[in-house]
């Protein structure tokens, strides 16, 4: 089995975003045994930031953008100083890998990250894979190694993605707060609970918080993968979500799988905008898989450039689909309307090939 496991910032670190080895010397021990069982495993891992925070001696976590980035720039060195003495212990060979969203929308850079991974494998190392915060153009954003890992576990052809954190599993409430809140041990692939918002971050130290989990782990359903979230805590949680035991939240596959450019614009990818259509446009996006055509647009919400993925929403407001613009917001506005023929340069607001129908999923 193929699997990809991932640790936040919150379950490696303390309250000072102090790096834990003790939790790292865990989750090396976890990959080691499942290793020697035979699996392939690939670790996304956060903490670059918080790593850089403490090494500072920073009293908090920066908000500005350019401070984020420097930070990770500190703490990524020191987080896979930890991981490599950790592996070593057992004789692995550790390999860091930074990636950016870009290498998952190109489609010469998705095909050379797939490569560089599958080699890796095959030369018998641990890739440990985190973003590339450091020289990011745009903001990090909050649960960006979550999304990571979803789309990491498509591109490697994972079986299972094993999203390791704070608690042990969803639960019908909060369990911190909630003392009657009951784990939820499963969930199908078309239940509404993958479609649900959840609270956002979990902690200071880290950026991602269950919300971002459920959305990775529609991610993977949506490429066809398992994905089991349980408690970064438990011992051998690693093996246990392989061997299929009781524990955590086990999420199903869909019969639906999306390409890694789609499910960037479906799921991971920031909305910059929306645009309204009408029922004709509508019935053709989701019956007939069409483009987005400048006819059918009845509203334009937003500041957005060509290139930029917006929300498609019906006459009745409900989402029908995630797209990429081939418009900025201003030619949608001037456009929308009108027959394509009447219009010079691109006839689509959306193409098919850049829009994913979310309507019923």
Known sequence: ??????????????????????????????????????????????????????SLGLASRPAD?????????????????????AFSRHGVVAAQVLLVPHDF????????????LLRLLELGCVPIINENDAIANNEIRYGDNDHLSALLAHLVQADMLVLLTDTDGLHTADPRTN???RRIERVAADDPLLSVSTTGAGTDRGSGGMSSKLASARIASWS???????????????????????MGTRLEPHDRHLPARKLWIAFAA??????SVDAGARDAL???????????????????????VIEILGPDGVLVARGMTAMDADAVRSSMGRRTGD?????EVVHRDDLVVLAGA
């Open 105 to 116: 929308v190109d489609r010469r850079q998705y095909l050379h990250a797939r490569d560089t």
């Open 343 to 347: 219009l010079s340069g691109t006839g």
């Open 270 to 275: 920031d909305v910059e905008g929306t645009i």
């Open 65 to 85: 953008v350019l401070s984020l980035q420097a930070l990770s720039a500190v703490g990524q060195p020191r987080l896979m100083a930890a991981y490599d003495a």
């Open 224 to 246: 066809g993968v398992v994905a089991v979230i349980a408690a970064a805590s438990r011992e051998g949680a690693v093996m246990s979500a392989i061997a299929g035991d009781s």
């Open 1 to 54: 089995m193929r699997v990809v496991v991932k640790i936040g910032t919150s379950s490696l670190t303390d309250e000072a975003g102090v790096l834990q080895p003790a939790v790292i010397g865990s989750v090396a021990d976890q990959i080691a045994a499942a290793r020697a069982a035979g699996h392939e495993v690939l670790l996304v891992t956060s903490g670059a930031v918080a790593s850089g925070v403490a």
């Open 179 to 181: 003392p009657d809140a």
């Open 286 to 308: 989701t019956g007939r898989g069409t483009s987005l055509l400048p006819a059918g647009v009845v509203g334009c919400d937003g500041t957005f450039a060509a290139g930029a």
